[in-house]
């Protein structure tokens, strides 16, 4: 069974630094794709970053590439994104995402197949 946990959310001033993780348990890390994804009431699910735990690749969605930083430890089976910089645009609900794969540019919501319940991210100006 594959289980996904988020933590880490909260409300944090704008400009200011969040590191969110996902506890990850019944995926093969070394083949599959981690993402993770954000939502605002009314809106769709928007893509934020994904990596691959065999290559250690990454890739990142236009509004956050350069501020927000997608991670892993395998010893802990855990996925972060570190978000700094934080601009009250991303508030939102985060999703982590999985998916077995072999690149990691699934950016579309129907592509991954296991998803966590979210975290709150709310960012104040």
């Known amino acids: 069974q594959v289980l996904l946990v988020e933590s880490g959310g909260g409300l944090v001033q704008a400009g200011g630094s969040l590191n969110l993780s996902c506890a990850v348990s019944?995926?093969?890390?070394?083949?599959?794709?981690m993402g993770w994804f954000r939502q605002t009431p009314g809106k769709e699910r928007e893509f934020v970053a994904a990596?691959?735990?065999?290559?250690?690749?990454?890739y990142y969605g236009a509004s956050v590439k350069g501020r927000f930083t997608i991670s892993r430890d395998s010893a802990k089976n855990t996925v972060y994104l570190q978000m700094n910089s934080l601009k009250p645009e991303d508030t939102a609900t985060y999703y982590c995402?999985?998916?077995?794969?072999?690149?990691?540019?699934?950016?579309?919501?129907?592509?991954?197949?296991?998803w966590g319940r979210g975290t709150q991210v709310t960012v104040s100006s």
């Open positions: 990596i691959w735990w065999g290559g250690r690749s990454t």
């Open positions: 995402a999985g998916r077995r794969g072999d690149h990691i540019y699934y950016i579309r919501p129907t592509e991954y197949d296991y």
């Open positions: 019944g995926l093969a890390f070394s083949t599959d794709v």
